[in-house]
């Protein structure tokens, strides 16, 4: 059954096979939104986007494009209705694939907004009201953040910003050993703790090509 709730000013659909939007993801749209104020032109992509609360909420005062990826078909149909809810149709592309087929070769992002399931597998039986799917992180919990990462590294132009939502500072500081920080183009800046987990910032300098 649909379900509908406000997120800051929007009104989202989802139902039980999609994440609930939590309200303190909202700070993820909120960073993502200051970050495009000072990165370079091009489009926005969300990764694990879910109903789309975040990415439409981080686009919503701008008119910047959004690209937003789901493998879920239930996540992307609500997607699809929440854009249009927000008057956004018209600037949301969204993909119903895979994170590693989702996006041309050429396609580069400014901001990137990553909410990848981060919770490590022996616990998701502490969240029963959550799918499956949408928590289950592998065994540390970070299976589909490292996919992430690669998209990021891939994707995000010279000069660009992402925020990635993890559970810990120690799933954070567990990235870094990944090929994209260690010998690629990515740093990891500040990470932030929040209400339930934590905002991490990956940025390519705009000398990096």
């Known amino acids: 059954m649909t379900q509908t709730m406000a997120f800051g000013p929007l009104t989202i659909d989802f139902d039980d096979r999609v ?11 909120r960073w993502a939104a200051e970050l495009m104020a000072g990165a370079p032109a091009g489009p926005v992509l969300e990764l694990c ?14 008119d910047r494009r959004l ?8 996540a992307c149909a609500h ?25 041309g070769d050429d396609e ?9 399931p981060w919770v490590p597998r022996s616990r998701t039986t502490e969240f029963p009201e959550d799918p499956l799917s949408a928590i289950d992180g592998g065994d540390d919990g970070l299976d ?4 992430c990462v690669a998209v990021i590294a891939a994707h995000l132009a010279p000069g660009g910003a992402a925020v990635l939502q993890l559970g810990t500072t120690d799933q954070a500081g567990a990235l ?26 990956i940025e390519r300098p705009a000398s990096a090509g």
Do not use: C, K, Y
């Not at 986007?49 to 701008?62: C, E, K, M, P, T």
């Open 108 to 116: 580069l992002f400014a901001v990137v907004v990553a909410d990848p």
């Open 144 to 147: 589909v953040a490292r996919a």
């Open 19 to 29: 994440l609930r939007p939590r309200e303190w993801t909202a700070a993820q749209s």
């Open 176 to 201: 870094l050993a990944e090929p994209a920080f260690a010998d690629g183009p990515l740093l990891m800046g500040e990470v932030r703790q929040e209400t339930r987990g934590v905002l991490a910032l």
């Open 79 to 103: 997607a699809r209705t929440n854009a249009t809810r927000a008057g956004l149709a018209d600037r949301v592309d969204i993909r119903e694939r895979r994170l590693e087929s989702a996006l």
């Open 67 to 74: 690209v937003m990826v789901d493998a879920n078909p239930a």
């Open 49 to 62: 986007s879910g109903a789309g609360h975040i990415g439409l909420l981080a686009v919503a005062d701008n």
